[in-house]
């Protein structure tokens, strides 16, 4: 099993800025890539970042130059630093770890519980 908590989401002015923290525990042998996705109401979940075990970055087109991802490999934990948001950056923003398990050495994924961001005024 593999935990993810995250962290950072709320209600923000349009223009400002939210960092989302989510750090992964449990029995976790090698993680390959962390990111985050995010699904607004009424819409299919999409993807917003992802970043690997080698640091090779992805971003939607509709968030480049605007959010940063960022991962801390000693404390399997994943940032996204976003600036300048817009109103329809509001969703629910979800944390994914692709990791291989400690215990079986297979590979999984894990989500977590997902975290609101409102971009409003």
């Known amino acids: 099993q593999v935990q993810l908590v995250e962290s950072g989401g709320g209600l923000v002015q349009p223009g400002g800025s939210l960092r989302l923290s989510c750090a992964a525990s449990g029995n976790i042998f090698s993680i390959s890539a962390m990111g985050w996705y995010r699904q607004a109401p009424g819409k299919e979940r999409e993807l917003v970042a992802t970043?690997?075990?080698?640091?090779?970055?992805n971003y939607a087109d509709s968030v480049k130059g605007r959010f940063t991802i960022s991962r801390d490999s000693a404390k399997n934990t994943v940032y996204l630093q976003m600036n300048s948001l817009k109103p329809e950056d509001t969703a629910v923003y979800y944390c994914?770890?692709?990791?291989?398990?400690?215990?079986?050495?297979?590979?999984?994924?894990?989500w977590g519980q997902g975290t609101q961001v409102t971009v409003s005024s």
């Open positions: 994914n770890v692709r990791y291989h398990s400690i215990l079986t050495l297979r590979g999984s994924d894990s």
């Open positions: 970043i690997t075990s080698g640091g090779a970055e």
